[in-house]
């Protein structure tokens, strides 16, 4: 019997037809895209057909069927059928005949093939030329290379329908739903939460400006719109998910592979990486049920956990919430850090803008504010450029400045203090990505500090650390978490506060909330202690990069990355107690129980056409006001996306 090669989870490939667009002016192929298992089912006795869609470009052949071929354990039995429009088969054919590690793999192979549709013909690969738009010509010259009704059937869509007519391309997908044993895979970008986001606006601008818009999005906009899209032509299932999604699902992606991305390049743009993912999916739609059978006590394709978050958000309240536009045009920047200059003036130091480090602060002026009033010194030059760092206002108003980097892997060993005297060096440690909050302890709380967790170091290592310094005693260490960076902290007092979200080593977001307590300890030495809040877990999905500051009414939690697209009205929430009063009767006597809960609600605001991009940002409050500052990401081949100017 003939059955597909056992390829590594990471390239799983099923039998497949390549199909692409005009790709001159395309994206580059998105590789390395896990797939799950699909079990065959013992009773089929068929070859496997491979045929997959794919955008190349006119320097690089797509290398899919080639990647297969090459491996060891690559077996027999398994036909790639790559289509493309005539003149980029002829560059494909060119590039494959003049390379021999290429022509090598499929040979023998042969020329003159008496069809000039086919231009490469072998028991292993088979290169026609043929406008995809003509389903008829394409079922024809498929016809005569090989019997599909006997066979398995793959077609993978590789980012290249989406920039066919709407109608075509459908006309495509069911052209291909008419054989027997079709299985179909389609990775291409859609539109998680409508087109107001300013990555959704960014990505779509790109492609337009590229003269190749994506018009499959306009139609078929979300994942469900994409999986009824298939089942109405024809396919009896269709399953989708989002990159992110995947990338998140161990089942796809497991964490030793995670954990060794991390030697292979030092990165640290995970949110951009998650807003690409999140805009990209990979669907798979099947026409006959028990040919490809699905485990599905192990996978789903779409896991009921994960499918609404943002319907945990119920209700909504208003909060006065500015987003500031950046006082220097071209100087904006993103993870830089906060500091109060004065009354009525914040600062925004160091970060990333114009795409370098800088050491430099931009000053607000808050409405309404002195606009000559004293102002603290901003750190000095010597501080050095670095970004991902902190600057906390002690509890004697003091400001430490704490950690950074200045690429992924080389952590600032440094910190600041701000004294009545200026700027000075002080206790080293190096870490950035961290959180941090002002408390104070010792006797009658009179020694002010800062409670430190979590970040990445020297080399880019983990930590899960908890810390404390005091400017007398300098570090010490309370305790450990399970290792993570990017998580938000508050302090709701002096010595108690919360903590939240964050990425582990492994590359997914930690839903943990934790409410922290220090006590005086033995020889006077203080204790932390944690609290999981799962009460808060069940409301609010997990998140990377976000703020938590002080609100009128609780703390708000405010932008970063989720598990999906956060909408407009989930962006910033607010988490707050409340009491109830309930009314019982026992034993003839009405007796009054208040109930306390903590409850998350979101932040109702409409930005409209000037929604910010609230990724690698900074939040103030200012008394009854929520100030935001800075921010933005860049877009991989998209662009810059920056702070957007501030509404009029």
């Not at 603290?376 to 400045?401: E, M, Y």
Request: charged share 25%; glycine share 10%; proline share 5%.
């Amino acid at each position: 019997m003939a059955r597909e090669p056992e390829l590594p989870k990471a390239v799983r490939l099923r039998p497949i037809i390549a199909l692409a667009k005009d790709a001159d002016r395309l994206a580059s192929p998105q590789q390395g895209i896990p797939r799950k298992r699909v079990k065959v089912s013992e009773k089929q006795r068929h070859d496997n057909m491979v045929m997959g869609v794919s955008a190349t470009d006119k320097q690089q052949h797509d290398p899919l069927p080639f990647k297969s071929l090459s491996l060891e354990n690559h077996k027999n039995g398994v036909t790639f059928v790559d289509v493309d429009y005539p003149d980029l088969m002829s560059r494909k054919k060119d590039v494959i005949l003049q390379h021999p590690e290429m022509e090598n793999l499929i040979s023998p192979v042969r020329t003159d093939t008496g069809d000039p549709a086919v231009l490469l013909w072998s028991d292993r690969y088979v290169a026609v030329g043929c406008d995809l738009r003509n389903t008829a010509k394409l079922r024809g010259i498929l016809d005569d290379i090989v019997d599909l009704a006997s066979c398995l059937v793959l077609c993978i869509a590789e980012v290249s329908l989406t920039y066919m007519d709407v109608g075509a391309a459908d006309s495509l997908i069911r052209w291909a739903a008419r054989y027997k044993e079709v299985q179909f895979c389609l990775l291409e970008q859609y539109l998680p939460n409508g087109d107001k986001h300013p990555f959704t606006q960014k990505m779509l601008q790109h492609f337009d400006n590229l003269n190749t818009p994506l018009r499959c999005v306009r139609s078929y906009p979300t994942l469900i719109d994409q999986e009824d899209r298939f089942r109405k032509a024809g396919y009896q299932s269709a399953q989708a998910r989002s990159l992110w999604d995947l990338w998140q699902d161990k089942s796809f992606v497991g964490p030793e592979l995670r954990r060794h991305l991390h030697g292979v390049e030092p990165f640290d743009e995970w949110e951009e990486f998650a807003l690409f993912s999140m805009h990209y999916f990979l669907l798979e739609a099947v026409n006959t049920r028990g040919i490809l059978k699905l485990d599905e006590d192990k996978y789903s394709l779409l896991p009921n956990a994960r499918i609404h978050d943002a319907q945990r958000y119920i209700s909504h309240r208003k909060e006065n919430v500015q987003v500031l536009s950046s006082p220097n045009d071209g100087r904006r920047r993103k993870f830089g850090a906060l500091t109060v200059s004065s009354k009525n003036k914040i600062g925004l130091h160091g970060g990333i803008g114009n795409e370098k480090r800088t050491h430099t602060t931009d000053r607000y002026q808050l409405l309404g504010g002195e606009a000559n009033s004293e102002r603290l010194p901003d750190p000095p030059s010597n501080v050095g450029a670095r970004a991902c760092h902190t600057i906390t206002r002690l509890h004697d108003g003091k400001d430490f400045l704490f950690g950074g980097r200045t690429s992924p892997d080389d952590a600032r060993m440094t910190c600041w203090l701000r004294d009545s005297d200026g700027w000075r060096m002080i206790h080293e440690c190096g870490l950035y990505r961290h959180c941090a909050a002002a408390v104070s302890v010792g006797e009658n709380d009179g020694i002010p500090g800062i409670l430190v967790f979590g970040g990445r170091g020297i080399g880019g290592a983990f930590s899960g650390a908890w810390l404390l310094w005091r400017e007398s005693k300098g570090w010490i260490k309370l305790g450990t978490d399970t290792p993570r960076f990017g998580a938000s902290i508050i302090a709701t007092g002096k010595r108690r506060g919360l903590l939240m979200g964050g990425m582990t080593e492994d590359g997914i977001l930690d839903e943990a909330v934790i409410e922290w307590h220090l006590s005086n300890g033995t020889e006077g030495e203080p204790s932390l202690g944690l609290l999981r809040r799962e009460d808060i877990v069940r409301q609010l999905p997990p998140r990377i990069g976000a703020c938590l500051i002080p609100s009128s009414e609780g703390v708000l939690l405010v932008g970063g990355i989720s598990t999906t697209l956060l909408p407009e009205h989930g962006e910033i929430v607010r988490i707050r107690d409340v009491s109830r009063e309930d009314v019982r009767i026992r034993d003839g006597e009405i007796m009054v129980v208040t109930k306390h809960s903590t409850v998350v609600e979101p932040v109702s605001l409409e930005f409209g056409s000037s929604r910010p991009l609230l990724v690698g940002h900074s939040a103030y409050s200012a008394g009854s006001t929520s100030l935001i500052v800075g921010g933005g990401a860049v877009c991989f081949s998209f662009g810059q996306l920056e702070e957007p100017p501030k509404p009029a």
